[in-house]
């Protein structure tokens, strides 16, 4: 078993900055890569940055150049630096770890934190 903390959310102005901590703890030897998803109010969850353990990253479209994911390997925690942060960046962030263990895949998620952009 992975659990994931978040931290980090919060309401912003557009323009402004925002960074996420996710922690994890647990069966974390068996975690191949970990990542931010986010959920809008009608909308599914999407895939926002996820990075491996050999620190490879990956960026949705609409966040790349403004958004930087990164890993702590010595506190078990992924991060997500959110800059020039937009109105269509609110949505619920949730952290993603993808295990591997005893020939299966499972994902693990966090609670979800509120990222507000707005005036």
């Known amino acids: 078993q992975v659990q994931l903390v978040e931290s980090g959310g919060g309401l912003v102005q557009p323009g402004g900055s925002l960074r996420l901590s996710c922690a994890a703890s647990?069966?974390?030897?068996?975690?191949?890569?970990m990542g931010w998803y986010r959920q809008a109010p009608g909308k599914q969850r999407e895939l926002v940055a996820d990075?491996?353990?050999?620190?490879?990253?990956n960026y949705a479209d609409s966040v790349k150049g403004r958004f930087t994911i990164s890993r702590d390997g010595a506190k078990n925690t992924v991060y997500l630096q959110m800059n020039k942060l937009k109105p269509e960046d609110t949505a619920v962030y949730y952290c993603?770890?993808?295990?591997?263990?005893?020939?299966?895949?499972?994902?693990?998620w966090g609670q979800g934190t509120q990222v507000t952009v707005s005036s």
């Open positions: 990075i491996t353990m050999s620190g490879t990253t």
């Open positions: 647990g069966s974390i030897f068996s975690i191949n890569a």
């Open positions: 993603n770890a993808e295990s591997y263990t005893l020939g299966a895949y499972k994902d693990y």
